[in-house]
């Protein structure tokens, strides 16, 4: 199964991405991860993409591209099918992304778009913390740490993200919205486009995943 999760930062792709992994065993390639990766290495790449993120901007395509085709490409990533989350994030992005499947032969099977509201991002983005020392990630009320500003796992101090502030998220939504309509619009227009509100909880949104998942498989083999 090949799946693209569209949303704005903050939607809850992420956490529906982790159950999808573990339920379905399709492999979750977040860009998010693979570019804090590379900043950690402070790499020449991920210095670039620290720039970008300090200021609430996004990562050009031509370096988030490279990472994507490098993943992609790998034969036990190829094997079980994939679930890009972060990736595409214009319409550019999506056409390169397709020039990519079609040459190592995984067409594209749909792309889940996680709509919510700028209340529900503010919300869930401006209670984000994380661990300086392992990244693990809490939330101030959803997933708090058992001790305040220490993280569970390995007593590193937690801190908020520079680009988690509001109005830095305020910025990102913008430029999301503006950049992802004509991606939308390229899916919808390819019939592969599923939208579903982000504002629910989790568990109501993979109930309903689940449900699109089995009929489209039922329309596609039966």
Same mark, same amino acid.
């Given at each position: 199964?090949?799946?693209?999760?569209?949303?704005?930062?903050?939607?809850?792709?992420?956490?529906?991405?982790? +159950?999808?992994?573990?339920?379905?065993?399709?492999?979750?390639?977040?860009?998010? *991860?693979?570019? &804090?990766?590379? +900043?950690? &290495?402070?790499?020449?790449?991920?210095?670039?993409?620290?720039?970008?993120?300090?200021?609430?901007?996004?990562?050009?395509? *031509?370096?988030?591209?490279?990472?994507?085709?490098?993943? %992609?490409?790998?034969?036990? +990533?190829?094997?079980?099918?994939?679930?890009?989350?972060?990736?595409? &994030?214009?319409?550019?992005?999506?056409?390169? %992304?397709?020039?990519?499947?079609?040459?190592?032969?995984?067409?594209?099977?749909?792309?889940?778009?996680?709509?919510?509201?700028?209340?529900?991002?503010?919300?869930?983005?401006?209670?984000?913390?994380?661990?300086?020392?392992?990244?693990?990630?809490?939330?101030?009320?959803?997933?708090?740490?058992?001790?305040?500003?220490?993280? $569970? %796992?390995?007593?590193?101090?937690?801190?908020?993200?520079? *680009?988690?502030?509001?109005?830095?998220?305020?910025?990102?939504?913008?430029?999301?919205?503006?950049?992802?309509?004509?991606?939308?619009?390229?899916?919808?227009?390819?019939?592969? %486009?599923?939208?579903?509100?982000? $504002?629910?909880?989790?568990?109501? +949104?993979?109930?309903?995943?689940?449900?699109?998942?089995?009929?489209?498989?039922?329309?596609?083999?039966?």
């Amino acid at each position: 199964m090949k799946i693209v999760l569209l949303g704005p930062p903050g939607a809850g792709k992420g956490t529906l991405a982790k +159950i999808i992994k573990d339920q379905l065993n399709v492999p979750h390639i977040s860009t998010g *991860d693979i570019l &804090r990766e590379e +900043i950690a &290495r402070q790499s020449g790449l991920g210095l670039k993409a620290k720039s970008c993120v300090d200021k609430g901007e996004l990562v050009p395509d *031509d370096l988030v591209i490279a990472l994507i085709e490098k993943k %992609l490409s790998d034969p036990a +990533i190829k094997s079980k099918g994939h679930m890009l989350d972060g990736f595409p &994030r214009n319409k550019n992005q999506a056409e390169a %992304l397709e020039k990519i499947l079609n040459r190592i032969g995984q067409p594209l099977d749909f792309a889940l778009y996680m709509t919510a509201s700028l209340p529900m991002i503010l919300r869930r983005l401006s209670g984000r913390r994380v661990c300086k020392q392992c990244g693990a990630v809490y939330h101030l009320t959803n997933r708090p740490a058992k001790q305040e500003g220490v993280c $569970d %796992l390995c007593g590193g101090p937690l801190y908020q993200r520079v *680009d988690d502030n509001e109005g830095t998220i305020r910025k990102r939504m913008d430029v999301y919205l503006k950049s992802t309509q004509p991606m939308l619009d390229y899916y919808q227009a390819k019939g592969k %486009l599923k939208t579903f509100d982000g $504002d629910l909880e989790t568990e109501e +949104i993979f109930e309903i995943l689940l449900k699109m998942l089995h009929e489209d498989t039922k329309v596609d083999h039966h």
